[in-house]
């Protein structure tokens, strides 16, 4: 079986981080989120990954390039030379995702987290002969949000409803698709949108499915709703490997920290909290509902929470960073230094406080 996961462009919602790398790269729960995806595609036999890209695609080949023989899984780069939507990027790799085995591929976008149930998705495609099968998630607002209208028993889509002002349905689009390849002559080489312009079309004739996502869902590709995920994604890890999180008397809640990581004397970390390979937290540290990227060091007596720290960075002796603070890679936090959602970009020292939310360049 093969896949495509949908890349796209620059990532500006979660810059800086994207500054330094591509936003697929960018580390989730100690590991870049695209890889969380492929290793669960690997589990269901997916034997070769198209990366759908317009932005960097030799970073990415070449930071994959690791994981391929890894993993043993084929890892290729289709590159849009002009913005194609959600659905152009499926005909431009037409000729990698067709093999002539008439087997169904899946395609991801990029920013999903979830358990990813794929092997429950192809049993649940194969059982309804759907043309395309997509995963569908509850939501407590569907009038921010396309509705997807289904029959409760079958699954079948009856259509699509965007930004509904009246309900008529709590199920939206979660991002991962199971579809034979017939869909693709049905999509020509320019800027369409899948959801838009493709799947209304099936659904008009009566092959579209829709299967619910059992467990969390979360598209991370903002810093608050990464902060969330975060969270839902280690409350997974509990349920199904806790063997994976941290334990000790300076642990609270879910708290995943990297083999290579040192923790000092005192610290209370957690809850929701992952430290990343190489980190270094010292003596009397408080972090919770954040992420401390690899190699990064945070001193005595500091307080972290709900922010993101980056690769590399250091925070002072006593300094607070809190509400929804991103640090760049190589960012440095003076001793003492308050941050109150402070956006920094890379490569910069921070020596005064930063009062209210704010981008330093």
């Not at 991002?175 to 369409?192: A, C, H, Q």
Request: aromatic residues 6%.
């Amino acid at each position: 079986m093969k896949a495509l996961i949908l890349v796209g462009g620059f990532g500006t919602r979660l810059r800086p981080l994207t500054l330094s790398v591509p936003k697929p790269l960018v580390d989730f729960a100690n590991k870049p989120m695209i890889l969380h995806q492929i290793e669960a595609l690997k589990d269901v036999g997916v034997t070769e990954v198209v990366l759908a890209i317009n932005y960097q695609p030799e970073v990415m080949l070449n930071f994959l390039k690791d994981f391929e023989s890894k993993l043993g899984i084929k890892i290729t780069c289709s590159r849009e030379t002009e913005p194609l939507g959600t659905a152009g990027p499926l005909a431009l790799a037409r000729d990698k995702l067709i093999d002539g085995s008439g087997e169904p591929f899946f395609v991801l976008n990029s920013d999903v987290i979830s358990e990813y149930p794929f092997a429950e998705l192809i049993r649940f495609h194969k059982s309804r002969g759907s043309e395309a099968t997509i995963m569908v998630t509850k939501v407590e607002e569907p009038s921010k949000y396309g509705v997807v209208v289904m029959e409760e028993e079958t699954g079948k889509v009856d259509r699509f409803v965007e930004k509904p002002q009246m309900f008529v349905g709590n199920k939206i689009n979660a991002g991962i698709y199971l579809l034979n390849p017939s869909v693709l002559d049905r999509i020509e080489l320019k800027r369409t949108s899948i959801e838009k312009e493709v799947f209304p079309k099936i659904a008009a004739d009566q092959k579209l499915y829709a299967m619910v996502l059992p467990g969390f869902w979360m598209d991370i590709g903002q810093p608050k709703d990464y902060i969330a995920g975060l969270r839902l994604y280690l409350e997974a890890v509990r349920r199904r490997k806790p063997y994976k999180l941290a334990v000790g008397p300076h642990i609270v809640g879910n708290v995943l920290v990297h083999e290579s990581a040192v923790i000092g004397e005192g610290c209370l970390i957690g809850p929701d909290v992952a430290i990343g390979p190489g980190c270094v937290v010292e003596d009397g540290v408080r972090l919770s509902r954040c992420t401390v990227m690899r190699a990064a060091r945070i001193k005595k007596h500091s307080c972290i929470s709900s922010s993101i720290i980056g690769w590399h960075s250091t925070v002072g002796q006593w300094a607070r960073v809190e509400n929804m603070t991103i640090l760049g890679e190589d960012v440095h936090v003076c001793d003492e230094v308050y941050s109150n959602g402070g956006v920094v970009l890379p490569h910069k020292e921070i020596k005064s406080s930063i009062l209210k939310p704010a981008i330093v360049m």
